[in-house]
């Protein structure tokens, strides 16, 4: 068997990982909350698709600890599947690389520096969402993602139920602020540019 070959059959080997309990409910929800919030219109099949994508990436974390690279891949495609419907131009270009750099650069340099920083899988990941979401609310994503990680962590620190080694398993975080992103945070942006800090 070639090498191409064996990365395919390793591609698809940790899809497995994805088939779980809590992807069948986390789907649901994702197409639900897709439908609700977007209503029946074309959108709300790539919306419902990257919810979908972002619950299997949670689902695979939670699973076996892993985010399989199929799903940065699907990702991404539909960034640029959205990249063209929202118009092919340079700002909307330089969105959505400010979006997939903006928080898996960073990611990245932790990773390097500090051990068991960061998982590859979760930067590939963020970087996925990023060029999907666009900057603004990528970053909102990752406020969220870490805030919500954080809690838990310190929840974890006084529970006992993990020392200060332990691990977090990122990925479910980083799929529920990139879907509340996704959601809400067009409009919770633009109300915070318009009302909290008007420009003057």
């Not at 619950?55 to 940065?72: F, T, Y």
């Not at 991404?76 to 330089?94: E, K, P, Q, W």
């Not at 998982?119 to 990941?125: C, F, N």
């Not at 006992?160 to 996704?182: D, V, Y």
């Amino acid at each position: 068997m070639t090498t191409d070959g064996k990365n395919t059959n390793i591609l698809i080997k940790d899809m497995g990982a994805v088939m779980t309990p809590v992807f069948y409910i986390f789907g649901f929800v994702a197409i639900a909350s897709a439908i609700i919030v977007c209503g029946f219109k074309p959108v709300t099949i790539l919306v419902s698709l990257f919810l979908i994508l972002l619950a299997a990436s949670g689902a695979a974390d939670i699973n076996k600890g892993i985010v399989p690279d199929l799903i940065p891949i699907f990702i991404t495609i539909l960034g640029i599947v959205r990249f063209f419907i929202n118009g092919i131009s340079f700002n909307n270009a330089l969105d959505c690389l400010e979006g997939a750099l903006c928080l898996s650069v960073p990611m990245l340099i932790v990773a390097l520096i500090v051990k068991n920083g960061f998982g590859g899988g979760d930067i590939k990941l963020i970087a996925a969402a990023g060029l999907y979401l666009g900057l603004d609310k990528t970053l909102f994503a990752g406020l969220i993602a870490f805030l919500i990680a954080g809690i838990y962590g310190v929840y974890n620190l006084l529970t006992k139920k993990k020392g200060l080694k332990g691990k977090i398993r990122l990925a479910p975080f980083l799929a529920l602020g990139c879907a509340f992103s996704e959601l809400f945070g067009a409009d919770i942006i633009y109300i915070f540019q318009t009302i909290i800090i008007p420009v003057h």
